[in-house]
């Protein structure tokens, strides 16, 4: 016999009997009533978490906890319909809403007082092998990538990822997304084919080179959270066997420390970034505290000291990996404390925490305050410049700042800036300092550090910085993330959200310069920008 039982309804039924004992005033200061509360978590496959619930203090935080938000609610998604639920919801409510996945966003734009939209349960993975030479993968805007290359790892593909295991491919791929392969297989969003989103009225539409060409542009480096929510992701798959990974150091402790830093970055600019002997190279130098070391091992216990750091990965075997960065493991001071060849998962995991963890940590130590700068570097420096940021870091308040350059060249820098809107295509490296700290005591010193870089770094960069490392006091965001393409984005805002329901503090905005958008939009997106708006393919037209 069959019975109309649901573990869903029964959930529903003993959250509705929890809001019925709250007060009116809890829903309607939202501008919302718990009637309409109560339909949309009817009509989920998902659910709501409210203020006082017993898992809300732990859900409504986001990755870095000097961020302290209060949603007015957090809709849990399960399927695309909970997204058209959660958003007919979310705008008739007083506050903006915000569409989170991972929660990493560095500015904390993955939560706000609004509804928080969570989409992080929006994570299926379909990998396509059915035509062995153009393998494909279509995942969810929330899958995580541990998970997504955990996934790939049977069948030897792979894309470029974000190297955090927790972080989502929503906010992700929308920013850009550099990873650890980008110099041989490009950005993250260089390797999309198409994707699919929701707009603001719940309609679907999939977006390529081919279909909605304007969207497809503007979310592959527009950031997320301007013009629909991502749903979906398909992506192009590269065969990847064992690399060749490497960790070389160099201390930083006297002046001759300094002076042979200074000639290993030397040599870095001129043999490794524009003129670097192969797009299989995949380098990042980091200005990081370690415990001290001797022959590549620590010495335990050592106290914390400063180096600089070059690690990468080689596409390719370990005997040319090893041709390739010989000059550096030979030039004066260096101390090479690791080679490797294995899979890329293990060697991610490697570059990023042996033999220690960058930035350091001690061992169940909470997860600090942070905070953090991008600044994208174009031009050759002198070695007095090399020099002046070496000395610079080790003036740290705490030996938990870190430095890194994501160096850039290769296949980011060979895709047609026209074709997306990632802009950052003539760089060398994009430059990051992250601060930390434990103490609200410590703050002021380790924030007032990272001013003092971005000071130093003015006459240095080239103006822009990743979009994907946002800064909340940046008045000039708009140009340093989207340079000349900001007026393109925004008539792609104004065609696909044209009432500006997507908004938050660094969301597209009219062009106040005189950016020329056509220089940097392939001839396809400006056509598309004058083309009627198509829906899926599986939506019903009317």
């Given at each position: 016999m069959a019975h109309n039982y649901s573990k869903k309804r029964t959930l529903d039924k003993l959250r509705f009997a929890a809001w019925e004992r709250r007060d009116d005033a809890e829903f309607s200061k939202f501008g919302l009533s718990r009637d309409k509360v109560?339909?949309?978590?009817?009509?989920?496959?998902?659910?709501?978490?409210?203020?006082?619930?017993?898992?809300?203090?732990?859900?409504?935080?986001?990755?870095?906890?000097?961020f302290n938000p209060f949603p007015s609610m957090i809709i849990y998604c399960m399927v695309d319909s909970d997204v058209a639920i959660a958003l007919a919801l979310a705008k008739q409510g007083t506050a903006p809403f915000t569409v989170r996945s991972g929660g990493h966003c560095t500015a904390g734009f993955s939560a706000g007082a609004g509804v928080l939209i969570d989409v992080s349960?929006?994570?299926?993975?379909?990998?396509?092998?059915?035509?062995?030479?153009?393998?494909?993968?279509?995942?969810g805007c929330g899958v995580k990538f541990g998970q997504f290359r955990a996934a790939l790892a049977p069948y030897?593909?792979?894309?470029?990822?974000?190297?955090?295991?927790?972080?989502?491919?929503?906010g992700y791929l929308q920013?850009?997304?550099?990873g650890f392969t980008s110099v041989t297989f490009g950005m993250n969003c260089d390797n999309v084919l198409s994707l699919t989103a929701m707009l603001a009225d719940g309609t679907v539409v999939t977006a390529s080179?081919?279909?909605?060409?304007?969207?497809?542009?503007?979310?592959?480096?527009?950031?997320?959270?301007?013009?629909?929510?991502?749903?979906?992701?398909t992506y192009q798959l590269r065969p990847l066997g064992d690399v060749f990974g490497w960790a070389i150091i160099w201390p930083l402790s006297t002046s001759q420390d300094i002076d042979n830093a200074t000639g290993a970055l030397t040599l870095l600019q001129e043999q490794y970034m524009r003129t670097a002997v192969s797009p299989n190279l995949n380098i990042?130098?980091?200005?990081?505290?370690?415990?001290?070391?001797?022959?590549g091992l620590p010495l335990p216990p050592a106290p914390m000291q400063p180096y600089l750091m070059v690690r990468g990965i080689w596409v390719g075997n370990a005997e040319d990996g090893t041709v390739a960065i010989t000059p550096l493991a030979e030039s004066p001071?260096?101390?090479?404390?690791?080679?490797?060849?294995?899979?890329?998962?293990?060697?991610?995991?490697?570059?990023?925490?042996?033999?220690?963890?960058?930035?350091?940590?001690?061992?169940?130590?909470?997860?600090?305050?942070?905070?953090?700068?991008?600044?994208?570097?174009?031009?050759?420096?002198?070695?007095?410049?090399?020099?002046s940021l070496l000395q610079y870091f080790v003036t740290t308040p705490n030996p938990y700042s870190y430095f890194y350059m994501e160096f850039y060249g290769g296949a980011i820098n060979a895709y047609p800036v026209g074709e997306s809107a990632f802009i950052h295509r003539?760089?060398?490296?994009?430059?990051?300092?992250?601060?930390?700290?434990?103490?609200?005591?410590?703050?002021?010193a380790a924030q007032d550090f990272l001013v003092g870089w971005m000071n130093l770094m003015e006459p240095l960069y080239n103006g822009h910085a990743y979009q994907n490392y946002p800064r909340l006091d940046d008045a000039n965001y708009a140009y340093k993330y989207w340079g000349d393409a900001q007026a393109t984005l925004w008539d792609v805002k104004q065609k696909y959200d044209p009432d500006n329901v997507f908004t938050f503090a660094q969301a597209v905005v009219p062009v106040t310069t005189n950016a020329q958008s056509t220089a940097v939009a392939a001839a396809r997106v400006t056509k598309a920008l004058h083309a009627p708006i198509v829906p899926h393919a599986f939506i019903k037209r009317r």
């Open positions: 109560k339909a949309a978590q009817q009509g989920l496959q998902g659910y709501i978490v409210m203020p006082g619930d017993p898992q809300y203090n732990t859900d409504r935080m986001i990755f870095n906890p000097v349960n929006l994570n299926g993975i379909y990998i396509d092998t059915s035509d062995p030479s153009s393998p494909t993968a279509t995942v030897g593909l792979h894309v470029p990822g974000g190297e955090c295991d927790d972080v989502c491919i929503g920013g850009g997304g550099y080179p081919n279909e909605n060409a304007d969207l497809w542009w503007a979310m592959r480096g527009g950031t997320g959270g301007n013009f629909g929510v991502l749903l979906t992701v990042q130098v980091s200005l990081c505290y370690q415990p001290g070391v001797v022959g001071g260096a101390i090479v404390q690791w080679t490797q060849e294995t899979d890329f998962d293990t060697l991610n995991t490697n570059l990023l925490n042996v033999p220690y963890g960058m930035p350091c940590f001690a061992d169940g130590t909470p997860m600090p305050f942070e905070d953090k700068a991008s600044r994208i570097v174009s031009r050759d420096w002198t070695a007095a410049e090399w020099q003539d760089a060398m490296f994009n430059a990051v300092l992250d601060v930390f700290w434990w103490q609200a005591e410590d703050q002021a």
